[in-house]
């Protein structure tokens, strides 16, 4: 520090203004986890119930599970969205009692884009392809989100989590 020229003091009024968060949080949030069998319906008369619910699956058939995700916008998600985030989402069945197994399965966006804040990422596949038995399993995402090859930032720049439903599956 130069004699002549002290450092300047620090607030001393309400008049001046100090910004304290010039670029803004950046979050996002996990909406409307879905998951449903791809069958269809059968037409009448062969329509019998509840073997056609989109919860209640045959090992072979396909399923969809998938969810939103949707960025705040701030200055700096902006700029993090523009650069390119990477959002992977862990879909967990989890299996409730018996012999019902665990497995997840990934979906992965490799690269955001700007001025773009929802997302959908989707997995599809059938519960034989994963190693899933007859049973219930009880449905999880695990969402991390990460800079998209950029050698400046760190590994995880947040996790999210969302749960609740349920698929039942039976032998094909």
């Given at each position: ?41 059968p037409t009448p008369p062969t329509f019998i119930a ?49 012999k019902a197994g665990e497995t997840d ?68």
């Amino acid at each position: 520090m130069h004699p002549m020229f002290p450092a300047q003091p620090g607030t001393v009024s309400a008049t001046e203004t100090v910004s304290t968060n010039i670029l803004g949080p950046v979050y996002f949030k996990m909406t409307d986890l879905r998951v449903a069998g791809q069958a269809g319906l059968p037409t009448p008369p062969t329509f019998i119930a509840p073997d056609q619910s989109p919860y209640i699956v045959a090992s072979d058939e396909y399923v969809e599970v998938s969810l939103d995700i949707k960025f705040n916008n701030t200055p700096l998600t902006r700029l993090l969205l523009c650069l390119g985030l990477k959002v992977e989402v862990h879909f967990s069945f989890e299996g409730i009692g018996g012999k019902a197994g665990e497995t997840d399965v990934s979906a992965v966006l490799y690269k955001t884009e700007k001025d773009k804040f929802e997302y959908t990422l989707t997995w599809k596949g059938t519960p034989e392809s994963i190693g899933l038995g007859k049973g219930l399993y009880g449905i999880a995402a695990i969402a991390s989100v990460m800079a998209a090859d950029h050698p400046c930032s760190q590994e995880v720049l947040g996790y999210g989590y969302i749960a609740a439903r349920l698929l039942q599956v039976y032998p094909a």
